[in-house]
């Protein structure tokens, strides 16, 4: 048989009001009172009827969170450092008493109008991350009511969380300037294989690119198609081949190179490998990016350092704000990178 409120309520001395309140961590309630509630509530059986709840506050206490993975099915995962924005989000809904609800699509592109998501109100609100399309983006803005960007190509006064990755870029490069490198190569291009591309790119570009200006330093880019790299991994083997050629011609001893992430930096290192060079020792290379990922499997990389887990519980604590105060949005934030991973490659 349910065990109800008032049962609780009974038992404790409290009010239903009050018991209700600490149940669902609403209220101002001391910690000791707080126990005795929860405590008595598990001892007796309870279990919260959620669609009841929801019915009475009109709130699902459900968060769905939208994260874009590759159009291949054969590359469905291509962004695991999402999953430490993840984390950080459904640690802090977790302390709420609220459920994520992933949001994983394929092609954001052709995103059904006749989505359930989007359709049947049972989300609260979204935390949007990484490079969706523009016009899915705007079907977001108009069926959902509350939404958090992270790390996205959207940047609006309220409702948005990034880091100021051309202070990134700015750092890597006057980190290798200052190590003594007279000569920097970008190695990551301005365009990738979509037609629109992550703002990092720009940003961490148009950094280093003002950092050798005020430094009188030159700058090279690395002419690389990445687009290649998206195709069936079957041909890797062939396009590694071909690029290992441009990196012998432009990988010249002494010289500084500044990969946008871990994938252009692992990708940098092995090729530079293949004749025989090693950063740290014939040429210097620092990430303007961090994942798990790098920090377990080179540990030595220089880098900007990007604590996703953080970000996430930051994105999930201003949705969370949005929805308690619906009349007041809150400011975008703009936060600057992380300390600088010095490393021993460069």
Not at 209 to 228: F, G, P
Not at 332 to 337: D, G, K, M, Q, R
């Amino acid at each position: 048989m349910r065990v109800t409120l008032k049962e609780i309520a009974a038992a404790t001395g409290m009010s239903i009001p009050a018991v209700s309140h600490i149940l669902n961590r609403r209220g101002n309630y001391s910690p000791k009172t707080c126990e005795k509630v929860i405590s008595t509530a598990e001892k007796m059986g309870y279990r919260p009827n959620s669609t009841a709840r929801a019915m009475r506050s009109g709130k699902t206490r459900q968060i769905g969170v939208l994260i874009l993975n590759s159009e291949s099915q054969k590359h469905k995962y291509h962004y695991m450092a999402t999953y430490e924005f993840i984390l950080g989000i459904n640690e802090y809904l977790v302390k709420k008493n609220y459920i994520l609800s992933l949001i994983h699509l394929g092609n954001v592109e052709k995103l059904e109008e006749n989505s359930r998501v989007f359709n049947e109100n049972f989300l609260d609100g979204i935390i949007v991350i990484d490079s969706i399309p523009k016009d899915t983006c705007a079907k977001i803005q108009q069926q959902v009511k509350n939404v958090i960007w992270l790390e996205t190509n959207v940047w609006e006064k309220h409702c948005c969380i990034r880091r100021d990755e051309f202070k990134v870029g700015y750092q890597a490069a006057k980190h290798l300037i200052q190590k003594g490198y007279r000569e920097l190569l970008w190695c990551g291009g301005l365009e990738l294989e979509s037609s629109e591309p992550h703002f990092s790119i720009a940003q961490r570009y148009a950094g280093v690119k003002q950092a050798t200006e005020e430094e009188a330093v030159s700058l090279k880019d690395l002419s690389i198609n990445w687009s290649l790299w998206r195709r069936e991994l079957k041909e890797w083997p062939k396009i590694f081949e071909m690029e290992l050629l441009e990196i012998k011609k432009q990988l010249t001893k002494d010289i500084g190179c500044i990969a946008y992430n871990p994938d252009v930096l692992f990708w940098l290192k092995d090729g530079a490998a293949r004749f025989e060079r090693y950063a740290g020792r014939d040429f210097g290379v620092i990430c303007c990016d961090e994942t798990a990922m790098l920090r377990e499997w080179y540990p030595d990389a220089a880098r900007i350092g990007f604590d996703r887990y953080d970000f996430g519980q930051k994105a999930a604590e201003m949705l969370l704000a949005s929805l308690e105060d619906i009349k007041i949005k809150p400011e975008s934030l703009l936060l600057e990178p992380k300390v600088l991973v010095e490393g021993k490659t460069c």
